[in-house]
């Protein structure tokens, strides 16, 4: 299975600033995808981040709250922008494993805004 | 209504009782789904997925597919005090193939007491 490294693990950012939350794959992955958990509830889709191309963002989610690149094959960042503490939650980054019927998860960062 | 269902729990069993989880989910056309476990403060780990109907096994786990009756459901055998976690339901929101962009449920807390 893919290793995913995402950074930071955790930090407590103070309210009004922007965070950028990266992802590195150890192999190249065509699609890679950003959810968010806030506390006590399941896991939302933010957004695909396709390389070459613009993130398409679900409903509910705007690329100024949420930029994200994707310079490369193994590489992603989201930003969380201006951040409230309703903004505290966990953001994970995704992939789909080569054969197509994986899903692997990093291990998830953990932002507390205060 | 929501796209994926699943009983909050908290769900409690003896050691070596069977689990039963449940799931339904409300797009008809869904074509993957998915189990995850997630520990307590850890992001979520794939357990099992089912793309056909009927029950497919791996090792202590089963994971049952209807989708007539729009219903998926994950059964532990012989659990263990290991096994306690929440557990996601995840469904492809997707009809093609991109099985990165899920739909998951709230999870259902499992306790296995020894």
């Known amino acids: 299975s893919a290793v995913i490294s995402q950074k930071p693990s955790r930090d407590i950012c103070q309210r009004g600033t922007s965070l950028t939350i990266q992802c590195q794959v150890d192999?190249?992955?065509?699609?890679m995808f950003w959810y968010r958990q806030q506390p006590g509830q399941s896991l939302t889709l933010i957004a695909t981040?396709?390389?070459?191309?613009?993130?398409?963002?679900e409903s509910g989610f705007v690329i100024d709250k949420f930029p994200i690149s994707r310079p490369n094959l193994t590489f992603s960042t989201l930003t969380v922008s201006n951040m409230s503490p309703e903004d505290s939650s966990i953001y994970l980054c995704?992939?789909?494993?080569?054969?197509?019927?994986?899903?692997?998860f990093g291990e998830g960062s953990w932002l507390t805004v205060v | 209504q929501k796209e994926v269902e699943q009983n909050s729990g908290p769900l409690s069993v003896p050691e070596g009782a069977i689990a039963s989880l449940n799931c339904t989910y409300s797009?008809?056309?869904?074509?993957?789904f998915f189990w995850y476990r997630q520990y307590s403060g850890k992001s979520p780990e794939l357990i099992m997925s089912?793309?056909?109907?009927g029950d497919k096994e791996d090792g202590r786990f089963t994971a049952q597919l209807n989708k007539a009756s729009q219903y998926v459901s994950l059964l532990i055998r012989d659990s263990q005090p290991s096994d306690s976690a929440t557990y996601l339901c995840?469904?492809?929101?997707?009809?093609?193939?991109?099985?990165?962009?899920?739909?998951f449920g709230r999870g259902t807390q499992l306790t296995v007491w020894p």
């Open positions: 995704s992939l789909q494993g080569n054969l197509g019927n994986t899903i692997y």
């Open positions: 192999s190249q992955v065509t699609m």
């Open positions: 981040a396709n390389q070459g191309s613009e993130a398409t963002y």
């Open positions: 797009d008809r056309v869904s074509q993957s």
């Open positions: 089912i793309y056909s109907n």
């Open positions: 995840a469904v492809n929101r997707d009809r093609g193939s991109t099985l990165g962009r899920l739909y």
